[in-house]
Nanobody, 127 residues
Framework: QVQVEESGGGLVQAGASLRLSCTVS????????AGWFRQAPGEGRKFVAA????????FYSDSVNGRFEVSRDNAKNTVYLQMNRLKPEDTGVYFC????????????????????WGQGTQVTVSS
């Protein structure tokens, strides 16, 4: 069973930076696409960013594009989310997800693209 674990959340002030990490316990992690989603209180899970299995393509929501950067280190089975210029509206629980061989018809922001999910890490940005 593949396990996904996020870390790096915390409480920061607006304008600060945080880096989230996500480790995936798959022997063939290099074949997995990975995504980050966040969920604010009372809201559904929303797409933040994703990275293709080979790292050659990245995708971002409009709200974080230009401030966040997703990357991966396949040798360490880890995906990162560098979050810069954080805003109070970035507050939420951040979930990492991994998936393999998803149908090309599924968009990167579609949760059905991902097979395994972590428990989430809380990010709180104060104003």
């Amino acid at each position: 069973q593949v396990q996904v674990e996020e870390s790096g959340g915390g409480l920061v002030q607006a304008g600060a930076s945080l880096r989230l990490s996500c480790t995936v316990s798959a022997h063939t992690f290099r074949n997995y696409d990975a995504g980050w989603f966040r969920q604010a209180p009372g809201e559904g899970r929303k797409f933040v960013a994703a990275i293709k299995w080979n790292g050659e393509s990245t995708f971002y929501s409009d709200s974080v594009n230009g401030r966040f950067e997703v990357s991966r280190d396949n040798a360490k089975n880890t995906v990162y989310l560098q979050m810069n210029r954080l805003k109070p509206e970035d507050t939420g629980v951040y979930f990492c997800a991994a998936g393999v061989y998803a149908p090309a018809s599924l968009k990167w922001e579609d949760t059905r693209r991902y097979d395994y999910w972590g428990q989430g890490t809380q990010v709180t940005v104060s104003s």
